[in-house]
């Protein structure tokens, strides 16, 4: 039960950490009636993965393995686009909330609102037909024992609690530090996608380097263990990582944190300090 | 924004076409069990088209299941996250020829290895 309860976990871990950052920052922006359409992306993407899930466990086709590598591979990489398109929308409205004219970020907001729903509905999808996948064969065993079954939708719950908690926390920071911490937490997030869609399109034979390891820790991090768990749930971290993955990691970590850093950095504390010459300047 | 959405629903279609059959041409699963420390199998060869593996896990650790080609290296298929009791399958579609066969209870290593001849069914 305990080894289901972490699949469920890790599964869930990480869109619950993205869900729960944008519902803290549209509740935190005075933007919750914005909330539906988050809702909206979760439900329609658990829908979907359920169905599909279903139909490919009970039905008379199977998904070759091929084609699954390839989704998941897929949806990732294009959900690492839509997380990035994230973490720079709220740092555009951020600033604007900060200082400039309330109508301005209504406008953000009524150009990005429904891509909130398709931020939301890549973050559960991602993995959602892998998860559903799961869950049914966890159902089909219930037949003979509901212990998987239990433990994999404890494991969910987990998750979802983590998220409301992660809602909780965040939304009491104040408004610079929030976009700080769920900026840049994203950011690893992000990477950590990337490099997960890598390996997926390496599997499947689509991309070369499968078999040059940049390193294997799984001595020390057992990929069964609940630490492993956690790391990979929340940052995608894989103990056995390729070269391909970690210099993808790297390309995306490494410009991506540079120009979020140079998006959010407080300017007014250059301004009066640095100063003595008034005006013309500007 | 938009040219992501296109993308997104462009991958969705792809993926629609992508199913195979499990009944058309399929022959009888093999079923395999893996636990902590064995992986066997009910047969060690099959006609070629598409094989379906139904890998039940009775160990106490999760397991993933590995079609490699004969270098060991290159992944056929794999079915990953079988928690302790549970059946899943795995798809996929093999030209005769040797393959090897693997289970990965706690998913580490190279797994419990053995050989898989796919036979030239005509």
């Not at chain 1, 600033?95 to 109508?103: D, T, V």
């Not at chain 1, 809602?167 to 950590?192: E, S």
């Not at chain 2, 650790?61 to 004969?70: G, R, S, W």
Request: hydrophobic share 50%; proline share 4%.
């Amino acid at each position: 039960m305990l080894a289901n309860y972490l699949i469920g976990l890790r599964e869930g871990l990480e869109a619950a950490l993205v869900v729960g950052i944008l519902v803290a920052y549209l509740v935190k922006s005075g933007r919750a009636r914005h909330l539906p359409r988050v809702w909206a992306g979760v439900g329609f993407a658990v829908a979907v993965s359920l169905t599909a899930g279903a139909a490919l466990t009970f039905g008379p086709r199977g998904l070759s393995f091929e084609a699954q590598e390839a989704i998941g591979g897929g949806l990732s990489i294009v959900a690492v686009g839509f997380v990035t398109w994230m973490i720079f929308w709220m740092a555009r409205t951020s600033r604007q909330l900060q200082g400039e004219l309330q109508g301005r970020v209504d406008t953000a907001i009524a150009q990005g609102g429904w891509s909130l729903a398709l931020v939301a509905l890549m973050a559960v999808g991602r993995e959602g037909l892998e998860t559903a996948l799961f869950l049914w064969s966890a159902t089909e065993a219930a037949g003979s024992t509901t212990a998987p079954l239990v433990g994999a939708a404890l494991g969910l719950g987990t998750a979802v609690a983590l998220g409301v908690l992660i809602y909780r926390g965040a939304i009491h920071l104040d408004l610079r530090r929030f976009f700080t911490v769920t900026g840049g937490l994203l950011v690893i997030v992000a990477a950590g996608v990337l490099s997960y869609g890598i390996h997926d399109l390496q599997e499947a034979g689509i991309l070369p380097g499968l078999n040059s390891i940049a390193f294997d820790v799984s001595a020390s991090v057992p990929p069964g263990s609940w630490y492993a768990t956690l790391l990979k749930g929340t940052v995608n971290f894989s103990p056995r990582t390729t070269w391909l993955e970690a210099l993808a990691w790297l390309a995306y970590v490494i410009p991506v944190l540079a120009l979020f850093i140079r998006t959010t950095r407080p300017r007014v504390r250059l301004e009066p300090a640095m100063k003595p010459v008034p005006a013309q300047t500007r | 924004m938009r040219r992501l959405l296109n993308v997104a629903l462009t991958g969705v279609l792809l993926a629609a076409t992508a199913c195979t059959s499990n009944t058309d041409d399929a022959s009888e699963p093999i079923a395999v069990r893996s636990t902590d420390a064995a992986c066997e199998l009910d047969s060690n060869e099959a006609p070629t088209g598409t094989l379906v593996f139904e890998v039940t896990n009775g160990g106490s650790a999760v397991t993933e299941f590995y079609l490699l080609a004969a270098d060991g290296q290159r992944i056929i298929g794999e079915v990953e996250d079988i928690g302790p009791g549970l059946t899943r399958k795995l798809v996929v579609q093999a030209d005769p020829g040797q393959y090897i066969t693997a289970c990965k209870p706690g998913m580490v290593g190279d797994g419990i290895r053995a050989g898989f001849t796919v036979t030239d069914s005509g």
